[in-house]
């Protein structure tokens, strides 16, 4: 690129960055707008603070001038301005002359490798799943405490679907509310920056044609990391499990999380071997 584009590429991302900045009501992003602003939106500095980098050099970035800018940087931006997928990728060209990766890969399949770590679990059930919360796998001892997931159509293998359209959930769940809270809270936690993605929007459409408990608690806004918590089943076949969850990211596939149960008490220990030795008995079929 000579000389002549290369400033008017920095023009147009000065341009383009102080106008986002613009757009962006202080109290939408929890700052107080007593204090009078000579111009709307955020300060420099405000925005700054914001992304996570020093005031001086996100000044020099809008004032067009020669300076190197890191992917972290524009993901950083990206996420303070809201861009959708089409503006993000605009904004990667004009800060770094380059397309950004995919940010939704959405891995699908696991590896064998990571299916034999699930298999080699024993009683302990467990799955994984990928920002989506689709379950890309699962082990034999999830099966007979939950439902063999090889019988549901792929669409069907998504947390939120399963936790609010199949009606076993209810009888299943010693406190489906409870549990249907936290996770509707957790999934809203970890699926922000996706609210523009058509997957996003068809999800959550079809939940709210489908469930009222979910149309009526979507508009809260709640919001819960994903973290340890207990889990009660009432098991068809031996009665109460009081399970703890445990939530690991994947190091070699950073969009997918495991999730393992393991038994919060010696009398559910006990029923976990039953379940998983006594393999002609039918999985529970409850779903997720």
């Known amino acids: 690129m000579n000389d002549t584009n290369d400033i008017q ?20 992003v929890g700052l107080s707008v007593g204090a009078r602003r000579r111009t709307p939106g955020l300060r420099r500095e405000e925005l700054a603070q914001l992304a996570g980098i020093g005031l001086t050099w996100y000044t020099r970035l809008e004032q067009g001038k020669d300076i190197i800018v890191s992917p972290q940087v524009i993901e950083s931006l990206a996420r303070i301005f809201d861009l959708n997928a089409a503006e993000r990728q605009y904004l990667f060209v004009l800060a770094r002359e380059q397309v950004p990766a995919d940010p939704h890969p959405f891995t699908s399949q696991m590896s064998p490798q990571l299916q034999s770590v699930l298999d080699t679990m024993g009683n302990t059930p467990a799955y994984i799943i990928n920002l989506r919360w689709d379950i890309v796998g699962w082990n034999q001892a999830m099966g007979h405490v939950f439902s063999d997931l090889a019988v549901f159509a792929l669409h069907e293998r998504n947390i939120l679907r399963s936790l609010f359209t199949n009606p076993l959930q209810r009888s299943v769940l010693h406190d489906w509310e409870k549990e249907a809270k936290a996770t509707l809270a957790q999934f809203r936690a970890s699926t922000d920056r996706y609210v523009r993605e058509p997957w996003f929007k068809a999800l959550v459409g079809e939940l709210q044609q489908t469930s009222l408990e979910f149309r009526e608690w979507w508009p809260r806004h709640d ?66």
């Open 9 to 28: 590429r920095r023009q147009e991302l000065a341009h383009f960055l102080r106008m986002r900045r613009e757009r962006i009501l202080p109290e939408a």
């Open 223 to 288: 919001i819960q990391s994903v973290c340890s918590a207990r889990k009660e089943l009432d098991h068809p076949l031996v009665g109460l499990l009081v399970l703890q969850s445990s939530t690991f990211q994947v190091v070699d596939a950073p969009d997918l999380r495991m999730v393992i149960f393991t038994a919060a008490e010696a009398e559910t220990a006990r029923k976990l071997i039953r379940l998983v030795e006594q393999t002609e008995l039918q999985p529970a079929g409850s779903g997720l």
